[in-house]
């Protein structure tokens, strides 16, 4: 996956067998990412009918409602975190808006 506005950024997934025995958040090594998106409402559409499944649907942060973000689970059962910064947020190192736009090959 790449960013449609970057060419200095991506980020893969790698295909392995089946870990039964991996629990999310439960298991050591790698347990979530985070990739800031230009709309997550959008994506979260796009989501509905893919091998992604949402379990945080999108929503404004509890502190801000410039920060909205939602929450997937892969079909590895890898945690993913999909945040939209609406803009600039002082006490963050937020990119801009609309800097990235991830979209899935599914």
Do not use: C
């Amino acid at each position: 996956m790449q960013p449609e506005k970057s060419d200095d950024f991506s980020f893969r997934f790698i295909h392995q067998p089946d870990q039964s025995n991996y629990i999310a958040f439960k298991s050591t090594g790698w347990n979530a990412a985070e990739l800031i998106v230009e709309d997550v409402d959008e994506l979260a559409v796009e989501l509905e009918n893919s091998p992604f499944k949402i379990i945080g649907a999108p929503a404004d942060l509890s502190f801000t409602k410039d920060i909205r973000a939602m929450q997937v689970i892969g079909p590895a059962n890898e945690i993913l975190y999909l945040t939209q910064f609406k803009k600039n947020v002082p006490e963050f190192d937020s990119q801009s808006p609309a800097v990235l736009w991830i979209r899935p090959s599914l």
